[in-house]
C-alpha cells in the first residue's frame, strides 16, 4: 500500500511540475514535504501540550526539550493548506513561512527553499501542490503521517535523481548499494562519517539498519561534509525528516576539511567517479598521502586515503569507486594500490552489476578497508582478501536500470560475514567468491578485480554423453540448413510465377 501511495503521489506531483526542469521542480516539492513534516511533528506534540493544563503550547522551550522544531502560527500547514493554499500570494506565503521557522529554529538557518514567490512559478499548480502533499498520511491506517512522509521524502529523492539522469546522481546512491555497504558493515554503534555524503543516504539506511536490529539511534554519531551547497541542504532537512542528529558540514572535503580530528568507526562513501578537478595540484605535500601522492588527473585514490585517514584504530570501510580503480597503473595509482594491500587495509573487493547508478553507466565495485584485521571483533584475516563477483545479480527496474534485491543483498553480505566472522564456516564458491592470500594477488600484479580470482561459475553435468550432443548438434544443424535449401527454392518459385528469373 505505501508503494501505491509512494507511485501515485510521484505521478500527480509529476504532472503538477508541466514543463520546468526537475533539477528545479526538485527543490520546490522536497521543501513542502519537509515542511509538512516538521508541521506534523509540531502538531502532534502541540496536541498533547494543550491538553496538559500545566504546559504552555506556545513555549517554543518545550519543543526544544523533545528534540521537535517549533513552528510559527504562520507557518502551520492546516493555515497554509486551508487558508492560503487558493489564494495567488500563496508563493510568498510559503517563503513566509520557511524564513519564519528558520528564525525560531537556528539549525535551519540557510537551510530551507524560499523561491517559491518567483514570477515563473504557476501559483495555481502550487497550490494543488499543497493540496497533493497536505493529504499524505491522513487516509492511511496504522500509519503516522510522519513516518509516511518521511517514507515519500526518500522514494521522491531518488525518483528526482533518475528524471535528471547525470546530473541527479550527484546528490543520490541507488538505495540498494547503500543497503548493500550497510549490510556488510553492520554499524551498530560508534561514529559513522560519509565526506561526500550527498543527500544522506548513507546515513538514513544506517539509522533503518539499526531500527531493524533492535538497536537504538542513540548508538550512533553520524559526521558528514557536502561540497554542493543545495544538495548539502537537502541532506539536512532528509536527516531532520528521520530525527538524525547529524553534524553535516558544507564545504569541500579535500581542502577545507571541517572534521580534522575526527576518528570514524564506519566509513561508508559513493566519492564522485574518475573527477579531475579536485585540486591535488595544491595537496601534494599533504599529511594523507602515507602510501603514494594521488595523481592530479585523478582523485579515486585520494578518497582511498582520504577515508583510511579517517579510520580509527578498528575502524572499518565501505567505499564505491569505479572499477578502473582495481586495476589501473597510471602515474602512481599502481603502487599506492601495492601499499594497501602489502599493509594488509583492504579487506574485501565486490565487483558490481552494470545499470545499478541512475548518473552514469561506468562499471563500479566496492572496497571494503579495515583498519586493523586482526583484532578480537572478528578473526584474524591479515594476509586474505575476499574477492565477490556478483556481476550476475540484479534485477532489472526499468529499460536502462537495475537494483540489487534483498536476496541478492543477503547473499553478498552473508559471504562477507563468513569470512569475517570468527565461527563463519566460509567456502570460495566457484564462479561468485574467493579467499586469496597475498602470493596470489602478488601474482596477479596486485590488481583487484574479482574475476580474476573467482574463477567461472561451474555447470551442473547434465549427464549426456559428449558424442551424443555432438550428434545432436550436428542433426539439428542438418535440418536447418535443408530448411534453408527448401526456402531458397520456394522464393525462386514464387519470384519465377510474377516474372522475375535468378
Known sequence: MDQELEKTLWAAADK???????????????GLIFLKYI???????????????????????????????????????????????????????IDDAMDAIEKDNPTLKGVLPKDYARPALDKKRLGELVDLIGNVGFKQEGHSSKDLLGRVYEYFLGMFADAEGKRGG??????????????????????IYDGCCGSGGMFVQSEKFLKAHGGRIGDIAVYGQESNPTTYKLAKMNLAIRGIDAKIELGDTFHNDKHKDLKADYIIANPPFNISDWGGEQLQDSHMWKYGIPPVGNANYAWLQLFINKLSTTGTAGIVLANGSMTTNAGTEGEIRKQLITEGLVDCMVALP?????????????????????NHKFRNRSGEILFIDARKLGT?????????????????????????????????????????????????????????????????????????????????LKGYF???????????TNLVKVGIEI
Open 354 to 374: 552494470t545499470q545499478l547508478f541512475y548518473n552514469t553507466q561506468i562499471p563500479a565495485c566496492l572496497w571494503f578497508l579495515a583498519r586493523n584485521r586482526t
Open 16 to 30: 503538477l511540475r508541466n514543463n520546468m526542469d526537475a533539477a528545479e521542480y526538485k527543490h520546490i516539492v522536497l
Open 39 to 93: 508541521s506534523d511533528s509540531f502538531e502532534d506534540l502541540h496536541s498533547k501540550l494543550l491538553a496538559d493544563k500545566l504546559s504552555d503550547a506556545e513555549d517554543k522551550d518545550e519543543y526544544l526539550a523533545e528534540n521537535v522544531f517549533y513552528v510559527p502560527p504562520s507557518a502551520r500547514w492546516n493555515y497554509l493548506q486551508h487558508q492560503r493554499a487558493k489564494l495567488p500570494s500563496i508563493g510568498k506565503d
Open 482 to 492: 535443408e530448411k534453408s535449401i527448401e526456402l531458397q527454392q520456394r522464393i525462386k
Open 396 to 476: 532489472m527496474t526499468s529499460r536502462k536500470n537495475k537494483i540489487l534485491t534483498d536476496a541478492d543483498i543477503a547473499q553478498i553480505s552473508q559471504a562477507y560475514h563468513n569470512w569475517r566472522n570468527i565461527d563463519g564456516n566460509y567456502e570460495d564458491v566457484q564462479g561468485f567468491c574467493k579467499s586469496a592470500n597475498l602470493a596470489e594477488v602478488e601474482a596477479n600484479n596486485f590488481v583487484l578485480t574479482p574475476g580474476r580470482y573467482v574463477g567461472t561459475e561451474e555447470v551442473e553435468d547434465d549427464g549426456i554423453p559428449y558424442e551424443e550432443k555432438v550428434a545432436t548438434i550436428s542433426e539439428n
Open 170 to 191: 550527484q546528490f543520490y546512491t541507488p538505495e540498494s548499494i547503500v543497503k548493500l555497504l550497510v549490510e556488510m558493515l553492520e554499524p551498530y554503534n560508534g561514529r
